[in-house]
């Protein structure tokens, strides 16, 4: 199956707006496991008087469990799907939080940042050069800034591979193909087994220059498939 990018996924998770919260709803522990993935990048004070940045902010839950782990904090949230962001802004927000319509590639030239800290949930697997997108991160965080990647990443055996296989076959792309936008969750089932296992995506993140890089597991039926990925931005040049 050929993945979708850019445009055609931006597209396909415009339509697939309407109904992504009740989807995402149907996993157990969904929620939850956003909040436990933005208090790992264990912010002090509550956030106060430090500035995040939630990319790919889709309909906002990432959004609030960021909130939820630093509710003092102020937070720039942003997504390439009109669509996504329109759920978002309908939600009821603080005056702390921004949304705009930015892809991640575009976050450098829109003169955004720097931030204390970068949370990204589910979004690497979708973007056309994820070493370029982290060297983009890198540059909007200020040296010692915080990361965390909240991602499906498999931990590598077959048996991941086959949890995976077997929750898209008989839960996401049925639940998909109901709402119409069956192309957006096979591109989901397949992102996941083509995307970096959790060894290689640390490696990645250490490559792309961030010092401390681990990943961390999930708990449930989620472990071995989705994981935190914590690390910490060097200083430029190192």
Request: glycine share 10%.
């Amino acid at each position: 199956m050929t993945l979708l990018r850019d445009r055609d996924l931006a597209h396909a998770f415009d339509h697939a707006s309407r109904t992504y919260d009740r989807l995402t709803g149907l996993n157990p522990g969904y929620r939850a496991d956003l909040l436990r993935s933005a208090r790992r990048l264990r912010l002090p004070g509550d956030g106060a008087g430090l500035h995040l940045l939630d990319l790919g902010c889709g309909t906002g839950a990432s959004t609030r469990a960021l909130l939820r782990a630093a509710p003092r904090a102020r937070i720039t949230a942003v997504d390439a799907s009109a669509g996504m962001l329109r759920r978002a802004l309908a939600k009821p927000w603080p005056d702390s939080v921004e949304f705009l319509h930015l892809s991640a590639e575009e976050l450098t030239t829109a003169g955004e940042g720097p931030f204390d800290a970068v949370f990204a949930a589910y979004l690497f697997r979708n973007v056309s050069d994820p070493d370029a997108v982290l060297a983009t991160v890198r540059t909007l965080l200020r040296p010692g800034g915080r990361l965390a990647v909240h991602e499906y990443s498999l931990g590598g055996s077959r048996a991941h591979r086959a949890m995976w296989t077997a929750v898209c076959q008989g839960v996401i792309i049925p639940a998909g193909t109901l709402t119409g936008d069956r192309a957006l969750y096979r591109h989901l089932w397949h992102s996941v087994l083509d995307f970096d296992t959790a060894a290689d995506f640390t490696g990645r993140l250490t490559r792309a220059g961030f010092t401390g890089a681990r990943a961390l597991p999930l708990a449930g039926w989620q472990t071995g498939i989705t994981h935190t990925f914590v690390a910490t931005a060097g200083e430029a040049g190192r």
